[in-house]
């Protein structure tokens, strides 16, 4: 069984997730920590619960969700792993961090080092993580489905009552749309959704009450 711990980093309000197993293995997701301060929490939490950091992962690699990456990766060696987009597409993300009022050091950022690939699942210790590829609110979006334990982390795919922008470079309102219905809504009723930005929510509530794409 994978528990959930959510941090929320950042003047964006980003939902940082560390899954852990009883064994203290864990993968950090859209890790945001964006100064010493948040660093420290995030540190302080893997380190009191005596977890051992196996990868990050990346729903997408917008700035508000790699932030935390660098620091990571310095103190506990783990490398990122996210769909593959070119290096182009993240250097210009990583130039909009100013447009986002988010202070950055440019040269504090890592690239994914480890490519998922669509329905690829990642075992953490017994535990495994089915990656959905999910297009449409970024390039590479991909959502993390751990069907066992009944929850989906879907990035700024789908919010509660919402969905994520398609505005942005690389986006596409009918690939948002079709994840949404094709991928997102296909997974049963109960299945909790963790989205990257606000409250959790769960597929069978975003069917009927979902403000953008009910399903009709
Ligand atoms: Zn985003």
Not at 34 to 51: A, P
Not at 72 to 95: H, T
Not at 100 to 121: K, T
Request: net charge negative; aromatic share 12%.
């Amino acid at each position: 069984m994978l528990n959930i711990k959510v941090f929320v980093f950042n003047g964006l309000s980003e939902n940082t997730f560390v899954l852990y197993n009883a064994k203290g293995q864990c993968v950090i997701v859209d890790a945001g920590n964006s100064n010493k301060t948040e660093d420290e929490m995030i540190f302080k939490f893997i380190d009191d619960n005596h977890l051992t950091p196996l990868m990050l992962l990346s729903t997408h690699l917008h700035i508000d969700h790699v932030l935390g990456n660098y620091s990571l990766n310095k103190r506990y060696g783990i490398s990122l792993a996210a769909y593959p987009v070119d290096k182009e597409y993240i250097m210009g993300v990583w130039r909009y961090a100013g447009v986002f009022g988010i202070d950055v050091d440019e040269n504090n950022y890592i690239f994914p080092e480890i490519e998922l690939s669509e329905n690829e699942v990642i075992k953490v210790g017994e535990d495994y993580i089915k990656v959905l590829y999910t297009p449409g609110h970024a390039l590479g979006h991909v959502c993390f489905y751990d069907e066992a334990d009944g929850f989906v982390l879907t990035g700024d795919t789908l919010f509660y009552r919402s969905v994520g922008r398609y505005d942005f470079p690389g986006g596409s309102y009918k690939e948002l749309e079709n994840s949404v219905r094709n991928c997102l809504y296909k997974l049963p009723d109960n299945t909790v959704c963790y989205p990257g930005h606000g409250r959790s929510t769960t597929i069978g509530d975003e069917k009927v009450y979902n403000h953008v794409i009910p399903l009709r």
